[in-house]
């Protein structure tokens, strides 16, 4: 096609919509109508009659951002179309040396010269450049399609394409100044705690300047008859004989990072709303409503209609964007419900408008056209990853199946599910605790994967030795991450489980017959039959979690052992150390268990041979012990933490304090390993943080436990020294806090808590208050002296509870532990029951009664020392809350008030106050009482007690005030007596 210079517009695209606005300007200006203020330089591609033609509340709330920030904004503006202007007459702009584009290439190869014989005759050329381009789609008129090659090789007109080369260089230096802001904005969020007043709206800006520009380009372009958008009412269906796979005239590139920015931006601005509160949001709702991007529908909305005048054309990638964009803008969790809902109906759409137009492209036998592609695997995968994080893993398998259906009916573009796909499905069902379907999830796929691998072109290429078997990671329907997730599950249950045995039982013919096959075949178990295999015993309905897992690892070998091309299943050092996790916390399960019951593995890959030895921290130990010998690596932390861990937690017949001696053997039998083999400084290095807490966290429970139940500690150990062992745990868990110093770990708020812990159980146990003496002077020295010390120097490095997560809490959960304790110490002691004595002769009389008289004696001495600890404990239960309501008022400006008494920090003391044992007058209890939790914890704090604890205030004011009642009338019949006697000697 010939083209003709007098029409063509030589100027460049902003200089022609900046010529266009002044007119409408000063037209608008004659009719009597308001000029709005336009200060951006997004004005100048954008004519104030198409601001005013866009649809919601977002662009005009933008135009009074706008108005009210001239100076920053239009300074950015005219610097990018300053830049703009120079390299566009000097050299080639640094994106497009980057882009491989044949196209962009054409636009490069443009000579400076034509440009400036373009722009000699800019001031004689009246007609616009959208003008230009309808006369070029005109032309095609004759033609139904809008598809056809005439179209394309209107598209290499120097002229038309020197002005769209414009358009996407103005689209590009956009791009380039949204990232520089978003790098500004990061580093503001990290500096500034996310709050940033200018650099946000300032993105905000940018971004609706680029949709606008798309909107300008967009209304050049002829729309598509009859077009109907995808995200309309339920039922719409698009026009169908509309080809929406012709060549777009903007790339494909430039949408998906326009997109990508507003994505990031979106996710910025999700953010920052999370963080304030219900309160801050309805106050600054009308402040910050012009500065929130366009909603994922808004945006979704605008892809279509570009679609539809084939300004650009979408892919796959363009639309996953929308897809997570839609999922992943929420606030709360019924935005993220109906996000989730968006996305699903969306991707719906999407798959049904694809599989049209691919019916209407083998219908018309137009093989010259590429067909479109909107959806792939990870669009399917977004949604069903969706799904899983609402707890609903249904409606991720409803997908999963008809990804399944569509592939095996070698429907064009719809992929395979892969491995990312099972695993989504198998990580919400253990999410939700079903390991059995997650197990049949893994067969499924187990089973697809063997199907792939036995097609007539995988045995053709079996034939060939030099075949390479290597499958594309994309392409693998199953993978060791997909195991990985079961053996996870399978593990929870063993850990979760009190018993060692998870409580399920799978119900007959739960799972298809293809899946009991490969079940028979990989696992070895039948279940239809009452066999006991596969760590199940089918008779007393129990699963042994750790035998399941065990056999997940088992399959694994064999697949990559007999099967060609699944040689990437064979189990790792990962999968062996998820493994021994499981099988270290597995305990006993039931004395139901046969002795039968044994897997059908050889000797070489059972590693365990005695029943008693197939789980627990010890058969764990020896599976570690051999992985080691054999590939000469060393666990990492995390292994050898979950092995003490279980034997720490081992509820066999030797725990308690025999448990926890066998768990500080396995500590000092890995750390001579690592000396021996010089391995300490290695950065997988055993012990760490999580090591020591682990270990005082066993001593606390052991305390706990003893100090619950007296009358097991003698049940338990058999030597006769149970007494002295229990007594001695409070020492044995404080020198583990020397241990830590040793190897330059700090203790945290945890480490400290778990020795306050056995301390105070011990106190408990033997009504002694040495060890309470004990903790507090712990608490004081090491916590209440120096708090800002934690909480300053806290990197949540610990283990995943809320004392490292929050340290300024763990402090005062450490003086709730101690309150606590000397709480307990003020209950009065248990009078012991008097115990009947059978008929006896005298001799036996007198020796009983010399007996019991000694006895009684020494009870009574007894009591007479728990009386006077239980008072003793009154006054310092109150002295020591006094102490650190005194360190939070002076460590407040320093902490930022991070310290905060809680409810249970006055519970105790209350209970220590209205205590028989403490002998206070009335009237000094109510007034303590009145200071303590009217004024500073109601007044003060805005703490409230729960109904129980008010109603025992509730008495103690009433006491008070029924005391005051009784000595009122005592008072004023002592003054009417008087009264009386006074008026008789008046009248004698």
């Known amino acids: 096609m010939t083209s003709n210079n007098n029409n063509i517009p030589s100027s460049s695209l902003l200089s022609f919509l900046s010529r266009k606005k002044c007119t409408q300007q000063q037209r608008q200006y004659q009719e009597g109508k308001e000029v709005p203020q336009l200060t951006t330089l997004s004005y100048l591609y954008c004519p104030p009659d198409v601001v005013a033609s866009d649809d919601g509340n977002e662009n005009n709330n933008h135009d009074d951002y706008a108005s009210n920030n001239n100076s920053r904004v239009l300074d950015r503006r005219v610097h990018i179309y300053k830049s703009y202007e120079r390299k566009k007459h000097h050299q080639p702009s640094r994106w497009q040396l980057q882009s491989q584009n044949q196209q962009q290439l054409r636009w490069m190869n443009t000579s400076s010269t034509s440009l400036s014989s373009q722009s000699s005759s800019s001031s004689s050329s009246d007609v616009g450049f959208g003008d230009r381009l309808r006369e070029l789609l005109d032309s095609n008129n004759s033609t139904s399609s809008l598809s056809s090659s005439d179209y394309s090789s209107n598209l290499t007109d120097e002229e038309s394409i020197s002005s769209w080369k414009q358009a996407e260089d103005v689209l590009r230096l956009s791009l ?22 200018t650099t946000i709206p300032l993105a905000t800006s940018m971004i609706y300047d680029c949709i606008r520009l798309l909107d300008r380009l967009a ?15 339920y039922g719409d269906r698009p026009h169908p004989n509309h080809n929406h796979s012709c060549t777009s005239v903007l790339e494909t590139e430039l949408l998906n990072e326009i997109l990508k920015e507003w994505l990031m931006a979106l996710e910025t601005q999700n953010q920052s709303r999370r963080r304030r509160n219900q309160q801050q949001q309805q106050q600054q709702q009308q402040q910050q409503q012009q500065l929130r991007l366009p909603t994922p529908t808004y945006m979704a909305e605008k892809v279509d209609q570009y679609r539809s005048c084939m300004l650009i054309q979408p892919n796959s990638t363009s639309f996953n964007m929308l897809l997570n964009s839609m999922i992943s803008n929420n606030t709360s969790q019924s935005q993220s419900l109906i996000g989730i809902k968006l996305a699903d109906d969306y991707l719906r759409r999407l798959l049904q408008v694809q599989q049209q137009q691919q019916q209407q492209q083998q219908q018309s036998d137009s093989s010259s056209v590429s067909s479109p592609t909107y959806v792939d695997i990870i669009s399917f995968t977004t949604v069903m990853k969706g799904w899983v994080n609402e707890n609903q893993p249904d409606k991720a398998q409803e997908w999963l199946d008809q990804i399944i259906t569509l592939s095996t009916a070698n429907i064009p573009n719809i992929p395979r599910p892969n491995a990312i796909a099972y695993a989504i499905v198998i990580q919400g069902w253990t999410k939700q605790g079903d390991v059995i379907k997650a197990e049949s999830m893994l067969l499924t796929s187990i089973q697809d994967e063997l199907d792939y691998h036995s097609n007539d072109y ?28 079961v053996i996870d599950a399978w593990a929870a249950k063993a850990a979760k489980s009190a018993s060692g045995a998870a409580a399920t039982t ?21 279940i239809d ?70 897997t059908n593995s050889d000797d070489d890959n059972d590693f365990v041979t005695k029943k008693e030895d197939k789980y627990g ?49 396995f500590y000092h039998r890995r750390i001579t390993k690592q000396k021996e083999e010089f391995l300490t400084s290695s950065p997988f290095s055993f012990p760490d943080e999580i090591t020591f807490n682990t270990i005082l966290t066993g001593w606390a429970n052991t305390a706990a436990e003893s100090s619950s139940s007296p009358s097991k500690i003698s049940k338990i150990h058999d030597d006769g020294d149970s007494n002295n062992k229990v007594t001695k745990i409070p020492i044995r868990a404080e020198a583990w806090l020397d241990e830590m110093l040793r190897y330059d770990i700090e203790p945290s708020t945890r480490s400290y808590g778990a020795v306050l812990h056995a301390c105070c159980a011990i106190a408990k146990l033997h009504r002694d208050d040495g060890p309470a003496n004990r903790a507090e002077e712990i608490l004081k020295k090491y916590i209440l002296s120096c708090p800002e010390h934690f909480v300053n120097n806290s990197n949540g490095d610990g283990a995943d509870t809320t004392m490292n997560n929050d340290p300024a809490l763990g402090i005062t959960i450490c003086t709730n532990i101690v309150l606590r304790a000397w709480s307990n110490l003020t209950s009065p002691p248990k009078k012991k029951k008097k115990r009947k004595n059978k008929k006896s002769t005298n001799d036996e009389n007198d020796d009983e009664s010399s007996t019991r008289s000694s006895g009684t004696e020494d009870d009574g001495d007894e009591r007479k020392n728990q009386i006077i600890i239980s008072r003793r404990a009154v006054g310092r239960c109150i002295r020591l809350l006094e102490d650190y309501l005194s360190v939070v008022d002076k460590k407040k400006d320093e902490l930022n008030n991070n310290i905060k008494p809680t409810v249970e920090t006055f519970r105790s003391v209350l209970h220590a106050i209205i205590s028989s044992e403490n002998k206070m007058h009335l009237t000094e209890k109510y007034n303590l009482s009145k200071y303590l939790f009217v004024d500073i914890m109601k007044d003060k704090y805005r703490i409230n007690f729960l109904k129980d604890d008010r109603k025992k205030l509730d008495r103690l004011f009433n006491a008070k005030e029924s005391m005051m009642l009784r000595k009122q009338k005592k008072w004023d019949k002592k003054n009417a007596v008087q009264e009386q006697q006074e008026q008789q000697q008046d009248q004698e």
């Open 529 to 598: 039959n009452g066999d006991v295999t596969n760590g199940k015993d089918t008779t007393t309905s129990i699963i042994i979690p750790a035998l399941r897992a065990k056999e997940i690892v088992d399959t694994m070998q064999d697949l990559a052992d007999n099967h060609k091309g699944l040689e990437y299943l064979y189990p790792n050092d990962e999968t062996w150390y998820k493994l021994i996790s499981a099988i270290a916390l597995q305990q006993d399960p039931s004395p139901l268990i046969s002795q039968d019951n044994t």
């Open 506 to 526: 799978p119900t007959k013919n739960k799972l298809n017959k293809a899946n009991k096959k490969i079940e028979k075949k990989y696992i070895g178990t039948d």
């Open 617 to 665: 921290p010890k058969a764990a130990e020896e599976i570690l012990q051999r992985i080691e010998d054999e590939t000469g690596n060393i666990a990492p932390a995390i292994v050898l933490n979950r092995i003490l861990r279980a034997y720490c937690t081992n509820k066999s017949s030797t725990g308690g304090v025999v448990g926890m001696d066998d768990a500080e053997a």
């Open 219 to 233: 209304q050049a372009l002829p729309p598509a008859e009859e077009y109907s958008s995808w995200l309309l009412l």
């Open 458 to 485: 995988r045995d053709e290429a079996d034939n060939d030795d030099n075949h390479d078997y290597d499958v594309n990671i994309t392409d693998r329907i199953v993978d060791r991450v997909v195991f990985h997730t």
């Open 176 to 197: 380039q100044e949204i990232r520089i802001l978003r790098s500004r904005i990061e580093k503001n969020r990290n500096n500034q705690n996310g709050n940033d007043e």
